[in-house]
């Protein structure tokens, strides 16, 4: 089975052709003050220029404003709009319609009833990222390294496709995969030597422990 693997947080060209050269079909640009992967608009766009044909890339904002967006999708060549705060469902259906662009709406999971929400969601995004809800009071909504329980959406079905997410690891991705059936998965934390700090071998192990083409994984210390 083929598994697209999302590289999020991308900050420098060379982790643009890392991703690229691994095999990974989406790189994520973060644009969120307070994340360690935050770009400026000019920076995003730089990237996005390094990006090969086929490498679809996504910008991930949080509860942003129709000028941030603007900004953003006028500047930064883009191929998807991830939605990370706690956009309604009406304003992922405005923001579709407004920019043209698919929509990925990230909901947090922690326990049984949030799955509700992707039920919702699903009717008017593109795309669903199916990530660990963040901790009470954590600074990021997204990004924290953090794993929920995947038997919660195993083998779960929504009418549009999905992305696992939240504390992936080239470790641990392959058993994910198997317990989920997801078909496609985002990381950010599990691919860094530190906040915000990627690893190209990481990336690497990354996208063949997603796909099944491991060879070994690095430790890094
Ligand atoms: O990566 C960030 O800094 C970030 C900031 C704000 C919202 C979401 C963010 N990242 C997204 O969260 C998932 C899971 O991250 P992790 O692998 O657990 O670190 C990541 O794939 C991004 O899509």
């Not at 640009?29 to 000019?42: D, G, I, N």
């Not at 699903?122 to 809800?133: E, I, P, R, W, Y």
């Not at 950010?188 to 906040?195: I, K, L, R, T, Y």
Request: charged letters at 25%.
């Amino acid at each position: 089975m083929d598994i697209r693997v999302k590289i999020c947080g991308l900050t420098q060209p060379e982790h643009v052709h890392a991703v690229a050269e691994a095999g990974a079909a989406y790189a994520g640009f973060v644009f969120f003050e307070k994340s360690p992967r935050h770009l400026t608009v000019e920076q995003a766009r730089d990237l996005a220029l390094e990006a090969p044909v086929g490498l679809a890339k996504v910008a991930l904002t949080v509860n942003a404003d129709d000028s941030y967006l603007d900004w953003i999708v006028e500047t930064v060549p883009l191929d998807m709009l991830q939605l990370h705060g706690s956009e309604s469902p009406e304003r992922v259906a405005e923001l579709r319609e407004r920019y043209g662009l698919p929509i990925m709406k990230a909901v947090g999971i922690a326990e049984e009833p949030d799955l509700a929400a992707l039920q919702e969601y699903s009717a008017v995004a593109d795309q669903l990222l199916v990530d660990a809800k963040p901790p009470k009071g954590a600074v990021l909504p997204g990004g924290n390294g953090l794993a929920f329980d995947w038997r919660l959406v195993n083998r779960k079905y929504w009418p549009c496709p999905w992305m696992l997410a939240g504390g992936l690891t080239p470790h641990n991705v392959a058993e994910a995969v198997r317990m989920t059936g997801a078909r496609q998965v985002d990381v950010s934390s599990g691919v860094e030597f530190a906040p915000g700090q990627k690893d190209a071998n990481l990336i690497r192990a990354f996208v063949e422990a997603a796909t099944g083409k491991q060879k070994d994984v690095p430790i890094l210390r």
